[in-house]
């Protein structure tokens, strides 16, 4: 990928994008949009999958998808790559690259180590936290 394509990727991210939770293990980063074509460029670039998201009973109502990536070593390597050229969504990526980086297999097997789980919970709050308080101008 080219510095371009970098920049772009990671400012339509920025803009249209979002980062989430996934589940109650795990964190997830999408895009939706009503045009296919550049979510099918995420995906053949940085992996994830594709969803209908909006299927419109109105005729003059666009369909929409939404790309989708939940792979805790997909996601570690997509943020890192737009990280630097987040504006928006920089403090939030961080938040979720350093949680990836410290507890690499968080999530994996049956039983889920209490301290790793109280990290995972506190993340959490910390990315809701820092939604709200931008939502409603706290900051």
């Not at 997509?78 to 920089?90: C, I, S």
């Not at 410290?102 to 993340?123: C, E, V």
Request: hydrophobic share 30%; aromatic share 12%.
């Amino acid at each position: 990928m080219n510095k371009n394509d970098l920049l772009y990727s990671a400012g339509f991210f920025d803009g249209e994008g979002c980062i989430t939770t996934s589940g109650n293990s795990g964190f997830r980063a999408c895009v939706s949009n009503t045009e296919k074509e550049i979510l099918t460029y995420f995906l053949k670039t940085f992996g994830g999958h594709i969803n209908d998201q909006h299927l419109p009973s109105n005729p003059n109502h666009n369909m929409a998808w939404k790309w989708v990536i939940v792979r805790k070593s997909e996601l570690l390597t997509f943020l890192k790559l737009v990280y630097p050229h987040l504006k928006l969504k920089k403090e939030q990526a961080g938040i979720v690259i350093n949680f990836l980086t410290n507890y690499p297999n968080y999530g994996f097997g049956k039983r889920i180590p209490t301290q790793q789980k109280l990290k995972y919970n506190s993340t959490k709050e910390q990315l809701r936290k820092l939604k709200l308080d931008k939502h409603f101008n706290r900051s």
